[in-house]
């Protein structure tokens, strides 16, 4: 197949476009075969590129527009479009500029102003919420049999603790007593500090150690023996955070990524279904299912080799 151009012609052609001094839109700058290339396309796909409008652009330009009509020519004659791998990258091409061209027109949708950023904030309060923790540190004393013996003695190691001065002496006193004493490996060698608990939240400690540890109110208090089926326990509070509410100064980027996330997820949603609308799609789960239900043969079992014969 022959590219049916002149090249004098053409560069003169192309010099007379970059000049803009009225060049025909229309005017042929190239045919391939029957099929034309005119100067209003070529100049259209040098601006697409955002390339300058000079001749040698053009010119390069206008050879890969020749190539590829010369190729749609070519794919037409060997009858391409029949051909699987040559559909499949046709219809995927056809997707991807259909969903491109469907979210172009929703873009704005994707701008997330001030007020909506607030609006959100507003909304989802418990989101941005910290809520009420304790840091507290505590004694694990493991049951025995003697139940009333060993709670009398935790009563007065916590007698112990109470006259201590609150501070570096009572923290202190706690600090030993929980290595000497302290069945919870964890914590026994950091003076039985077992960091912060949270109202609500999932611990390992029972329930009545915890809450007898949210009952205490100021950094240095003391429970009494909290007894469970277990273990007998003494508690210091270290300190307490209260309730806090981030900023939205803090958190306005967080909310703009997910207000946007959440946007486009939503476009796409909408088109996938714009790309389906006026078309009927229906699915066969029975065929679907009979893909799956064909099974293997199982292979012949063989029988072990027997004696061999003398």
């Not at 007379?16 to 009225?22: E, T």
């Not at 955002?50 to 001749?55: H, I, N």
């Not at 699915?283 to 027997?306: D, R, W």
């Given at each position: 197949?022959k590219?049916h151009?002149?090249?004098?012609a053409?560069?003169?052609?192309?010099?007379?476009?970059?000049?803009?001094?009225?060049c025909?839109?229309?005017?042929v700058?190239?045919?391939?075969?029957?099929?034309?290339?005119?100067?209003?396309e070529?100049v259209?796909e040098v601006?697409?590129?955002?390339?300058?409008?000079?001749?040698?652009?053009?010119?390069?330009?206008?050879?890969?527009?020749?190539?590829?009509?010369?190729?749609?020519?070519?794919?037409?004659a060997?009858?391409?479009?029949?051909?699987?791998?040559?559909?499949?990258?046709?219809?995927?091409l056809?997707?991807?500029?259909?969903?491109?061209?469907?979210?172009?027109?929703w873009?704005?949708?994707?701008?997330?102003?001030e007020?909506?950023?607030?609006?959100e904030?507003d909304?989802?309060?418990?989101?941005?919420t910290?809520?009420?923790q304790?840091?507290?540190?505590l004694?694990?004393?493991?049951?025995?049999?003697?139940?009333?013996?060993q709670?009398?003695?935790?009563?007065?190691?916590?007698?112990?603790l109470?006259?201590?001065?609150?501070?570096?002496?009572?923290?202190q006193l706690?600090?030993?007593?929980?290595?000497?004493?302290?069945?919870?490996?964890?914590?026994?060698?950091?003076?039985?500090?077992v960091?912060?608990?949270?109202?609500?939240?999932?611990?390992?400690?029972?329930?009545?150690?915890?809450?007898a540890?949210f009952a205490l109110?100021?950094?240095?208090?003391?429970?009494a023996?909290?007894e469970t089926?277990?273990?007998i326990?003494?508690?210091k509070?270290?300190n307490?955070r209260?309730?806090?509410?981030?900023?939205?100064?803090?958190?306005?980027g967080?909310?703009?990524?997910?207000?946007?996330?959440?946007r486009?997820?939503?476009l796409k949603?909408r088109?996938?279904?714009?790309l389906?609308?006026?078309?009927?799609v229906?699915?066969?789960?029975?065929?679907?299912?009979a893909?799956?239900?064909e099974?293997?043969?199982p292979?012949?079992?063989?029988s072990?080799?027997?004696?061999?014969?003398?």
């Amino acid at each position: 197949m022959k590219r049916h151009i002149k090249p004098h012609a053409t560069g003169l052609l192309l010099a007379f476009c970059f000049s803009l001094s009225g060049c025909d839109n229309g005017a042929v700058v190239a045919k391939v075969d029957d099929e034309k290339i005119t100067a209003e396309e070529l100049v259209a796909e040098v601006n697409r590129r955002g390339l300058p409008l000079q001749e040698t652009v053009l010119q390069q330009v206008l050879e890969q527009m020749i190539d590829r009509s010369a190729a749609a020519i070519k794919a037409d004659a060997l009858e391409l479009m029949d051909e699987p791998d040559f559909q499949r990258a046709y219809r995927t091409l056809a997707l991807e500029t259909l969903q491109t061209r469907f979210q172009a027109d929703w873009d704005a949708e994707l701008t997330v102003s001030e007020t909506d950023i607030k609006a959100e904030y507003d909304r989802d309060q418990s989101r941005y919420t910290r809520p009420e923790q304790i840091r507290v540190a505590l004694i694990e004393f493991e049951a025995g049999h003697e139940r009333a013996a060993q709670l009398e003695q935790v009563s007065t190691l916590q007698a112990q603790l109470q006259a201590a001065h609150v501070g570096d002496e009572r923290d202190q006193l706690f600090q030993s007593l929980a290595v000497q004493h302290s069945a919870d490996r964890a914590s026994r060698y950091r003076g039985g500090d077992v960091g912060f608990l949270q109202r609500d939240e999932t611990s390992r400690w029972p329930a009545p150690v915890t809450n007898a540890a949210f009952a205490l109110t100021h950094d240095g208090d003391l429970s009494a023996p909290v007894e469970t089926e277990s273990a007998i326990y003494l508690i210091k509070l270290v300190n307490r955070r209260d309730a806090f509410v981030e900023p939205l100064q803090s958190v306005r980027g967080d909310i703009r990524q997910r207000l946007i996330t959440a946007r486009f997820d939503a476009l796409k949603a909408r088109s996938k279904e714009k790309l389906r609308e006026d078309l009927k799609v229906r699915l066969f789960p029975a065929a679907i299912a009979a893909i799956g239900a064909e099974k293997v043969a199982p292979a012949a079992i063989q029988s072990p080799p027997g004696p061999a014969l003398n």
